[in-house]
Structures are given as C-alpha cells and as structure tokens.
C-alpha cells in the first residue's frame, strides 16, 4: 500500500453511513479527487474540519480499487472562517465553488487553477462586490483552458470588438446570430477582469446585473 499526500480544498461533503463523509477536494497535485474519511465525530476534531467545505489541508491516503481515495491522516492549514463572517462572502466562495465544480475534471491536475482559486477565496473578504472577483475567475479561466479569446478589436475586421460568439469577439457588423453584445462600458470591464494582474485593479470595478447574467451565461456555454 502506497501512500500519498497532498495540498487541497474541499468542495463538498456528504455524510455517509454512520461518522464517514465522502469529501470531493480540490488538490493541488491531482485536481479533483474524492475521499472517504472514516470516524468522524466531535472528539476528533481535525477529522471534521478536513471534511468541512472550504476547508484547505494535506490529506495522506491511499487508493482503493474504486474511484475513492482513502483518507489516513491530514493537518488543517486554513478553514477560511474569514468567509462565514458576511452571507455575501459565503456566497461568493460557494460560486467559486461552483465553478472549479462545473470546470474541473476528476484526476486532471491543474494546479495553476488551484494556486487562482485558493487566491480569490482569500481576497472575496476585500471586495465590495464580490461579483466582480467570480466574474474575473469565470473569465480568466475560460481564457486559461482555451475556450475564450478576449481582444479589443473584431476578429473579422479589426474594428472596435462589442460581441462574443463560442470564445471569438466581433464588431456589431460581424456578429453572428445570438451573439453576446455588450455595451462599450461594458466591453472596457470584461477587458478588465480578464487582464488584471492584482487584485487592486478589480477592487473599484462595479458589475452590473446584466454582465453578471451575461458572464454566467458564457461560462455554462463553454464548459
């Protein structure tokens, strides 16, 4: 029996059988992996902070004949309690969440997404509008992966780009049929949040219910 260990946040937990969750855990080594941890209860407390959503760890296991990794032993680095202090900050971290959920294969290691994710958890508690910093994950990791090429001019024509169609950007006249049309205050935020290299450049941008919508529409095309 080989064991392993790696850095990770959980994404979920559910209960299973009597004190044992299958925990799903975002790792920076393997991507998304799911494990049992057996024995949970009140007494042992390190077991029920490395099963609680948010929580980042280093997980020792070891793996079975199924998809599931045994959990042996970890150590809790962080459990973000930052985040529980605002309904708005836990929203925002469950969206987050969310994302690396929906974009993220099992087993598929990315640990540059990881390095982004466990990022913007930290900084949800220094936005105002916290739609802002999941807008710019959703963008940037569209862009990382390939699905979205994000530039101020047409693809076609070189003219001033205000459209998105599958990942390409199009002037008003190019745009094909159930494009994505922004307006150019609108244009000059996606450029922002796809570009921004601190934090700090996000932090005065406000994000109108529409891009929101609009963004959250884009992503669930292109993944």
């Known amino acids: ?24 855990v975002f790792t920076n080594c393997y991507g998304v992996l799911q494990f049992i941890i057996k024995g949970i ?11 609680s959503p948010l929580c980042q760890g280093e997980y020792l296991f070891y793996r079975g004949k199924s998809s599931l990794m045994h959990f ?13 202090t605002k309904m708005q900050h836990i929203q925002a971290a ?41 807008n710019s994950f959703c963008i940037k990791l569209l862009k990382q992966e390939g699905l979205l090429v994000l530039q101020p001019f047409c693809s076609q024509c070189k003219k001033e780009a205000i459209a998105l169609h599958h990942g390409e950007v199009f ?9 994505f049309m922004f307006s150019q205050e609108q244009w000059s935020t996606l450029l922002v949040l ?9 932090q005065n941008l406000i994000s109108s219910e529409d891009l929101n919508e609009k963004i959250n529409q884009i992503f669930q095309e292109n993944t």
């Open 72 to 84: 042996v032993d970890g150590s809790v680095l962080s459990e973000h309690l930052q985040l529980r």
């Open 171 to 179: 002037c008003r006249l190019h745009a094909p049929k159930f494009s």
């Open 94 to 134: 469950a969206h987050l969440v969310q994302i690396i959920l929906t974009s993220q294969l099992p087993h598929k290691p990315a640990p540059k997404v990881y390095q982004f994710f466990y990022k913007c958890l930290r900084a949800i508690p220094h936005f105002e509008d916290t739609a802002v910093l999941t």
């Open 1 to 24: 029996m080989e064991y392993e260990k790696t850095e990770g946040i959980v994404l979920r937990s559910l209960p299973y059988q009597d004190k044992n969750r299958i925990v799903t």
């Open 41 to 51: 209860s009140a007494k042992r407390t390190d077991k029920l902070a490395l099963s």
């Open 194 to 202: 796809a570009y921004a290299t601190t934090f700090s450049q996000l």
